[in-house]
């Protein structure tokens, strides 16, 4: 069958020079037009590839179609039915790995743009007043653990169903890695709030500055409750362990990060200091490390270099990510590895790399790289960003005992997640290790299901 | 929001809080701390639990006013609300293993070793405690010590009370006389660096409680990192206790210092005043 060529709507963004000095968000988004015209671009394939693509199963031909038809909350419903976040997955899902990869459109003349058009309906939605859902209420109770995408996510499939669901929050703000990890000009935190504020409306409660294992433990949340789900996510942050690490201006990115997004100090006047490096180096070159870089680029630095032990080929971040950083002016220095921080005074002052090259494929397939002799060189920076991934928080685990873990720390869970524990469930980057928004979100609603089908609730 | 529902001032600058925290009230142990943000525009910022009441549901801390948002709080009284109060965050310290125990307090660490020797007599092994401070003016909890503590030596600067001289001149003696197996030091870093490079010589185990920059307190930022027995741990999750033999007290106070010139404009701008 012939297909009639149209060429994919691109997404219009700011320009890259004005935006690299604003915290405002890079793409702008599709308007209702453009969003109907894209929509239009879809084959309705039978077989659907697309959501084969989806980690949620989100039905896009569906929802496309009645987008093309103006339907816009009746596509939004059809979102909503299996992605409870669709303004944040429009925004921050991988869409080229994942539904927009399978597209049939994708070799031709682009894959539709189906997150662009998701994410102009999560917009949407979130635009229009709240109706008072009556739900039926079950009488049973279930406690959720970090209110980041997966525990959001499962609170949203649970309250839907006349649950009773608490949220526990260990920081001040309800979000986890979308309102302290993932930039606002990235993810605009008002979309979070937004959506969490859905949640409250549908009888959710929240409780923030409690730390589950701390401030209240598992026990007396499966006391108090018919069922537990942990989202605690991957927070702690991974360093190299090389000399010069603990230098005054060496910080994690998840530092760096939280201190700028979840307690904005890059407003003028914010209460939490941080610290503004002209020459920054980042290490890692996933997608915190082009967060992080671009957010320091923003912070006034004069220049920031991304150090990444491989090539680019095998940079795990994403290409639009990739390809956002390099329109900012953010600079790459690829097969180089850092093997110690140089400072004076306590402050660091530069980084010294060695020049590595790639060897023989390893387990995974991804070529090893290895340190070229007497390569090594230095490289001044006043700041250095340690971008290098982030493993469970053991602090849940610590707590208590009978969770049982893997090697890196994970939450061990059966099919239907639940843990080592009856009743306890989790899901997300604690099950998984670092994963992405839309993967947390997956596991979170599969495990809401296997909670409900446990408590007997339709 | 947790309310404010006793405070007194104990020194010039120095306030003693107990706030309205039931959770973390019934479930804290000694050693461990908590963070509050005392606006919704403030920073997390960490104080050590000085005492706490599970039947009250109250948390006791100490606040020196030394920046931005220490003068924020003292700016609040009682009835007031500050916005966040979690925890109790941190491992708890047990020294129970231990029989001869020095209990060492400098300047506002003296309040929180408090707990500690208020448990330590609860479990029928007072320890010795041993307070330091500039002058008797900052010499604090001499009533809840003098109820809770084996024998209290008191040292002073200036002479002013007690000792004229260091906690580490009291704690010299006492060590000749093989009076200790084991020291715990709470206050600023020198005097705890001091503590342990003179029980070191003597072979004593020796605990501290480090307070560094954090902002979550749940190992998530990376911040409080500290080099221990030549590895990387964080106060928020592996202390704040630990081991003063150790600790790399070089890069411990160099990185204490890492916020110095942000916090000095905060500091004008509350109050008008430079440093």
């Known amino acids: 069958m012939a297909i009639e060529r149209k060429r994919r709507n691109a997404i219009p963004e700011q320009d890259a020079t004005i935006r690299s000095k604003n915290f405002d968000e890079v793409a702008l988004g599709f308007d209702e037009k453009v969003a109907i015209d894209e929509a239009s671009r879809c084959l309705n394939c039978k077989n659907a590839p697309c959501m084969k693509g989806c980690p949620v199963g989100v039905r896009i031909p569906e929802f496309l179609a009645k987008v093309r038809e103006g339907k816009f909350s009746e596509a939004g419903e059809i979102i909503k039915s299996t992605n409870s976040l669709p303004s944040v997955c429009g925004r921050v899902c991988p869409q080229e790995e994942q539904c927009e990869k399978m597209c049939v459109r994708v070799k031709i003349d682009g894959a539709v743009s189906i997150g662009g058009v998701e994410r102009f309906i999560g917009d949407y939605m979130l635009s229009l007043p709240s109706e008072n859902k009556e739900v039926i209420k079950t009488g049973k109770k279930v406690a959720v653990v970090g209110s980041g995408p997966s525990g959001l996510t499962c609170a949203a499939q649970l309250a839907q169903k006349g649950v009773e669901v608490t949220v526990y929050e260990a920081f001040h703000k309800t979000g986890g890695v979308l309102v302290y990890g993932i930039p606002e000009f990235r993810l605009p935190k008002r979309l979070v709030g937004a959506e969490v504020d859905k949640l409250k409306e549908w009888g959710v409660k929240f409780e923030l500055n409690t730390v589950v294992g701390k401030t209240i433990t598992i026990d007396e949340l499966l006391e108090q409750n018919d069922a537990v789900f942990i989202g605690s996510g991957a927070g702690l942050p991974m360093f190299m362990g090389i000399e010069g690490e603990n230098l005054n201006g060496v910080l994690s990115a998840n530092e760096y990060l939280t201190r700028i997004n979840l307690m904005r100090a890059y407003e003028s006047g914010s209460a939490t200091p941080v610290q503004r490096g002209k020459n920054v180096a980042v290490i890692g070159a996933g997608n915190v490390a082009m967060d992080a870089a671009r957010t320091a680029l923003r912070m006034g630095a004069d220049e920031v270099t991304v150090i990444y032990r491989r090539g680019r080929e095998e940079m795990p971040a994403r290409a639009e990510e990739i390809k956002h950083a390099e329109q900012e002016g953010i600079k790459f220095r690829l097969l180089s590895n850092p093997v110690r921080i140089l400072g004076e005074n306590g402050k660091v002052n530069a980084i010294e790399c060695v020049k590595m090259q790639l060897g023989e494929p390893d387990a995974s397939g991804r070529r090893t790289p290895v340190a070229v002799e007497n390569s090594e060189f230095i490289l001044p920076a006043d700041m250095v960003i340690v971008a290098l991934g982030t493993s469970p928080n053991p602090l849940i685990k610590d707590s208590f005992d009978a969770l049982e873990t893997g090697k890196k720390g994970t939450l061990i869970v059966d099919e239907s997640l639940m843990t080592s524990v009856d009743g306890v469930y989790a899901g997300g980057d604690a099950v998984t290790g670092a994963a992405t928004v839309i993967l947390a979100m997956g596991a979170g609603r599969k495990a809401a299901q296997s909670i409900l089908d446990r408590l007997g609730v339709k | ?275």
């Open chain 2, 1 to 275: 929001m947790n309310q404010i529902v006793k405070k007194r001032a104990l020194a010039p600058k120095v306030n003693e809080y107990v706030i309205s925290a039931l959770r973390v009230a019934t479930h804290c142990r000694p050693g461990q701390f908590i963070i509050l943000r005392v606006d919704e525009e403030g920073e997390r910022i960490p104080f050590t639990i000085c005492d706490y009441s599970a039947d009250e549901g109250t948390v006791t801390i100490l606040v020196q006013e030394v920046g931005y948002s220490t003068a924020l709080l003292a700016q609040k009284g009682e009835g007031d609300y500050i916005a966040d109060f979690v925890g109790p965050l941190g491992k708890a310290t047990d020294l129970s293993e231990y029989n001869r125990i020095a209990l060492v307090g400098g300047g506002i660490g003296s309040a929180v070793i408090y707990p500690q020797a208020k448990f330590l007599r609860a479990i029928g092994k007072p320890a010795d405690v041993i307070l330091g401070a500039r002058n008797e003016q900052l010499l604090m909890y001499l009533d809840e010590f003098d109820r809770s503590a084996n024998n209290l030596y008191l040292a002073t600067d200036d002479g002013s009370r007690g000792v004229k001289g260091f906690v580490t001149d009291v704690l010299k003696k006492r060590l000749d006389e093989n009076a200790y197996d084991c020291v715990m030091a709470v206050g600023p870093m020198g005097m705890m660096r001091a503590v342990c490079a003179l029980t070191k010589e003597y072979g004593v185990k020796t605990v501290v409680s480090m307070n560094p920059i954090m902002v979550d307190g749940t190992g998530m930022c990376g911040g409080c990192r500290l080099t221990v027995g030549g590895k990387t741990k964080y106060a928020c999750v592996d202390g704040p206790e630990f081991d003063g033999h150790e600790i790399d007290w070089e890069t411990a106070m160099s990185r204490l210092g890492a916020y110095r010139e942000q916090e000095k404009e905060h500091a004008c701008r509350l109050t008008g005043e430079r440093r």
